[in-house]
């Protein structure tokens, strides 16, 4: 029996909206995506105050991801 692994790396654009499961302290859970890397630089959209988040911190915590106001599949 062969079993396979899937790792799934999250196709995250430039000024996507990532919907977050936890909140910012301010309550908003939408973040424009500023930067991509080994690191994300997003800007909370409710307070504009911007965090550097690694990315597989990142990816554990969005719900979804939106892309010129449509819901994408990444
Ligand atoms: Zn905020």
Request: charged residues 35%.
């Given at each position: 029996?062969?079993s396979?692994?899937m790792?799934?790396?999250?196709?995250i654009?430039?000024n996507?909206?990532?919907?977050?499961?936890?909140?910012?302290?301010?309550g908003?859970?939408?973040?424009?995506?500023?930067?991509?890397?080994?690191?994300?630089?997003?800007?909370?959209?409710k307070?504009?105050?911007?965090?550097?988040?690694?990315?597989?911190?990142?990816?554990?915590?969005?719900?979804?991801?939106?892309?010129?106001?449509e819901?994408?599949n990444?």
């Amino acid at each position: 029996m062969v079993s396979y692994i899937m790792v799934k790396i999250m196709d995250i654009k430039l000024n996507d909206i990532l919907v977050m499961k936890k909140e910012h302290p301010c309550g908003g859970k939408d973040f424009l995506v500023l930067r991509v890397g080994m690191d994300f630089r997003v800007r909370c959209v409710k307070c504009n105050r911007e965090v550097m988040v690694p990315r597989q911190k990142i990816e554990k915590n969005i719900k979804k991801v939106l892309r010129d106001g449509e819901q994408v599949n990444v």
